[in-house]
């Protein structure tokens, strides 16, 4: 059974701070995504990799870098939150072309 | 660039009934569309996909059509039940672009008991 695992479900930071967002996977899966979700907005990409050390902006990276150093974790990184960074962000992996699974979230709220 | 088109955005449906859900995407070269249905709180899960080489595919009460030419593919509900209640989504990809999904925008689907 694939698990995509999200540090944590909830984190709150202050505007300013520096917040790592972590993902793993156990299925060794090539590519890994994350995504953010607002109310009506449907989901983003952010960043993408498809392999250890490579890495593809998505539609959204702006305020947002990331880092893959294992083949089975993707790291998210906020240099600097901002409020509008306040949002519900999922990561995702997939298997060349098979099916994507998903994390199950971190709601982040920043003050 | 690329993009998938989805609609309606919300949808209510007596229980029992059908529920259609339709996506149009932009990119001829697309050749996997997976649908995912995400209930409340909880994460995206995939519910059927289909490759390109394939017009129509069903899984009970499920089923997904594609048709190439016009490049739009749907999602039935037949015998809607009140925990099909959920937002649902539609993505497209393509060979060798890191494995990426565009996705739709998302349809609330409501099943009234």
């Known amino acids: ?111 | 660039g690329e993009n998938v088109e989805q609609h309606p955005s919300t949808l209510s449906v007596q229980e029992g009934d059908s529920a259609v859900i339709k996506c149009t995407y932009s990119d001829s070269a697309s050749n996997y569309f997976p649908w995912y249905k995400q209930e409340l709180g909880k994460r995206p899960q995939l519910i059927i996909d289909i490759r390109s080489n394939v017009g129509e595919k069903k899984d009970q009460r499920i089923a997904v059509t594609l048709n190439k030419t016009a490049k739009h593919f749907s999602l039935h509900i037949t015998e809607t039940q009140p925990e099909d209640s959920a937002v649902y989504f539609c993505a497209a990809s393509k060979a060798n672009q890191g494995g990426k999904l565009i996705f739709g925008q998302g349809t609330e689907l409501s099943v009234k008991p």
């Open chain 1, 1 to 111: 059974d694939v698990k995509v695992t999200q540090s944590s479900r909830y984190l709150v930071k202050r505007t300013g701070e520096k917040v790592f967002l972590e993902c793993v996977q156990d299925m060794d899966h090539e590519n890994m995504f994350w995504y953010r979700q607002d109310p009506g907005l449907g989901l983003r990409l952010i960043y993408f990799s498809y392999d250890v050390k490579m890495k593809e902006k998505g539609d959204i990276p702006e305020g947002y870098s990331v880092s893959r150093e294992k083949k089975e974790r993707f790291s998210l990184i906020l240099e600097s939150a901002s409020t509008n960074q306040t949002s519900m962000y999922l990561c995702a992996s997939r298997p060349g072309e098979g099916t994507q699974y998903f994390g199950p979230g971190t709601r982040l709220l920043v003050l």
